[in-house]
């Protein structure tokens, strides 16, 4: 193993022992192009929600417990995934869940019963959740190899990857069953799948530079307890503003339409501005980090998300809450990558499966729960748990500045 190690480094390296450029923007554009075809096919699943829900008769209760099938897909996945790619590597894992997630997006339009509706939505959670261990896995190592902060450009091209997918579906919306539409999804997530997959099955993960310091090379690696507990915190950070993300992917057009009155198309478009904000966070997201360090990162987002989220929730007009969805956004917009990184960089493949772990779950356990909380009280009132949790992301970020880890030989 030894060996095999030195030789997949090897094809990386240039005479100096430095990665090769030209390998790694290859790489970097393969892989960018998997993050934005994850964001794609979420993105047209959840503009389609709406319609899902009156094609089966679901109540808000229901419909929340249809989509546990998602939640309880990707979290037991997820941690599964992280000894798959540590197995077989982050690279063909990725693909292999890529065609997996195209494959199951054409299923829900196909149920009639909100049974069937979950038992589908747990496959489409499945592939889901693999392929954003895989990925962040990939991008940690990635980003290792260039010694440059540049993982909210990947979450840029899911970002942008779901406002395109968003303004299809809001385009669609009107003229084309959900059936048409998702398989239409397949066939184009198939087809970028085949052209980006290549690349990322000839190459081996990049090796880490050696002169970075231990701490900072990704990998497997033992933690002690400390850096367990940073883990952790990473990935509480990332549930906290996760819960939002998929708050307003799955409840954001139905508050616009049935609580503010918006035209479906418009209401639609709610989540394509969201993700509009997100992409252009996420493209500063690098500059951000190099000026202002992660600590001020966070917290300002938080508290930007915080206060959008109030004014998207209690807003009185369509344009005041789509206002507030676009600050939502781009508060939200680089605290997921950054703990994302940051757990990656402390436990490798294992530390991006906890902190994703916690963070997709809450993005997927949060659609649920303001489910049962809609019925309880009223949708306005859910959303605003959002502004709640990003609130304490800020706090979090704020209260674990300076701190350090050490990871064990």
């Not at 808000?60 to 941690?79: F, H, K, N, Q, Y």
């Not at 915190?233 to 939002?244: K, M």
């Not at 479906?264 to 360090?293: D, H, I, K, V, W």
């Amino acid at each position: 193993m030894p060996q095999l190690n030195k030789l997949a480094s090897a094809t990386w390296s240039t005479s100096d022992g430095h990665p090769a450029p030209q390998s790694l923007r290859s790489l970097r554009t393969a892989l960018t192009l998997f993050f934005a075809l994850d964001g794609f096919l979420f993105a047209g699943w959840v503009v389609r929600i709406p319609a899902i829900k009156h094609q089966t008769g679901a109540s808000e209760s229901e419909l929340g417990l249809a989509l546990l099938g998602v939640s309880a897909g990707a979290v037991v996945t997820m941690t599964l995934t992280g000894r798959l790619c540590r197995r077989f590597g982050s690279h063909p894992v990725t693909v292999g869940s890529a065609v997996l997630l195209c494959l199951a997006i054409a299923l829900p339009p196909l149920t009639r019963s909100v049974l069937a509706l979950g038992l589908v939505l747990l496959v489409f959670g499945t592939a889901y959740g693999a392929i954003n261990v895989a990925m962040n896995s990939a991008a940690v190592d990635l980003v290792a190899a260039l010694r440059r902060p540049v993982m909210p450009s990947f979450h840029a091209a899911f970002s942008l990857g779901g406002m395109l997918g968003a303004g299809l579906g809001g385009l669609v919306a009107g003229g084309l069953s959900p059936a048409a539409h998702l398989l239409g999804l397949t066939a184009a997530g198939l087809l970028l799948t085949a052209f980006a997959g290549p690349a990322l099955l000839r190459h081996p993960s990049p090796a880490p530079p050696e002169t970075l310091p231990a701490a900072a090379r990704p990998g497997p690696r033992r933690l002690d307890r400390r850096s367990r507990r940073l883990v952790t915190v990473f990935g509480v950070i990332a549930l906290c503003t996760a819960y939002g993300e998929g708050a307003l992917a799955d409840w954001g057009a139905l508050h616009l339409a049935e609580d503010l009155h918006a035209h479906p198309g418009l209401a639609a478009a709610g989540y394509a501005l969201f993700a509009l904000a997100m992409t252009a966070g996420r493209l500063s997201g690098t500059a951000m980090l190099e000026r202002l360090g992660q600590t001020r990162t966070l917290v300002a987002g938080g508290t930007a998300a915080a206060l959008g989220m109030l004014l998207g929730a209690l807003a009185p007009t369509v344009w005041l809450a789509l206002l507030g969805f676009v600050v939502t956004g781009l508060g939200l917009a680089n605290i997921f990558p950054v703990a994302v990184d940051r757990a990656g960089a402390l436990g490798g493949p294992a530390g991006v499966a906890a902190a994703s772990t916690l963070g997709y779950g809450g993005m997927l356990l949060g659609p649920p729960v303001i489910g049962f909380v809609a019925d309880w009280s009223s949708l306005p009132l859910a959303l605003t748990t959002v502004a709640a949790l990003a609130a304490g992301a800020a706090l979090i970020g704020h209260r674990t500045r300076g701190a350090t880890a050490s990871p064990t030989p």
